[in-house]
T-cell receptor, first 117, second 113 residues
Framework: NAGVTQTPKFRVLKTGQSMTLLCAQD?????MYWYRQDPGMGLRLIHY???????AKGEVPDGYNVSRLKKQNFLLGLESAAPSQTSVYFC????????????????FGPGTRLTVL | GENVEQHPSTLSVQEGDSAVIKCTYS??????FPWYKQELGKRPQLIID?????GEKKDQRIAVTLNKTAKHFSLHITETQPEDSAVYFC????????????FGTGTSLTVIP
């Protein structure tokens, strides 16, 4: 049981290049999330998904796209990278709490450190 | 949407002393409040959580309290140890507004041996 995994761990891009970050979870979780973490700003939600085939925008979605074609995978794409997207990206997943419309523990992946030159 | 504020942003304590981190939230529909610990270069990891039907929860040296009326919750660490040094994040989960977690900006805790 690997939990939440992310690939790659590190990446350096030039401005204008594109890339895709992959998140995979083996806990059969319905919900998956992409966050970015910048110094002094905590974790900010980029996009999230409440199930296979569904996605929604978070707090900072501009410049990113996502897809959830399979329940266990959540992809984050940067079509044209900019220096402002230099950050550490975390994927997370959680399951729906069975009662009360709440959620259960959110598990994080190890992160991807992205630098855009 | 929900707004979570966290204080202080940095905290230094002597080993063995207690540390308290406070968070406030704005959405009365929030019903789940996790706390995460993030060591340098590592992923955030859940250390304790509390749901809105509970006022306090303890796990060894760590406790969380929730005041729904005042919309604030706090993390208490007793008998601090150097390995408690990390960044701590609080979060709130409103049950009725789209399945998102809202995070505080983090508290950098340093325990001085």
């Amino acid at each position: 049981n690997a939990g939440v995994t992310q690939t790659p761990k590190f990446r350096v891009l030039k401005t204008g290049q594109s890339m895709t970050l992959l998140c995979a979870q083996d806990m059969n979780h319905e919900y998956m999330y992409w966050y970015r973490q910048d110094p002094g700003m905590g974790l900010r939600l980029i996009h999230y998904s409440v199930g296979e085939g569904t996605t929604a925008k978070g707090e900072v979605p501009d410049g990113y796209n996502v897809s959830r074609l399979k329940k266990q995978n959540f992809l984050l794409g940067l079509e044209s990278a900019a220096p402002s997207q230099t950050s550490v990206y975390f994927c997370a997943s959680s399951t729906r709490f069975k009662a009360g419309g709440s959620t259960d523990t959110q598990y994080f992946g190890p992160g991807t450190r992205l630098t855009v030159l | 949407g929900e707004n979570v504020e966290q204080h202080p942003s940095t905290l230094s304590v002597q080993e063995g002393d207690s540390a308290v981190i406070k968070c406030t939230y704005s959405d009365s529909a929030s019903n789940y409040f996790p706390w995460y610990k993030q060591e340098l270069g590592k992923r955030p990891q859940l250390i304790i959580d509390i749901r809105s039907n509970v006022g306090e929860k303890k796990d060894q040296r760590i406790a969380v309290t929730l005041n729904k009326t005042a919309k604030h919750f706090s993390l208490h660490i007793t008998e601090t140890q150097p390995e408690d040094s990390a960044v701590y994040f609080c979060a709130a989960y409103p049950s009725n507004t789209g399945n998102q977690f809202y995070f505080g900006t983090g508290t950098s805790l340093t325990v001085i041996p």
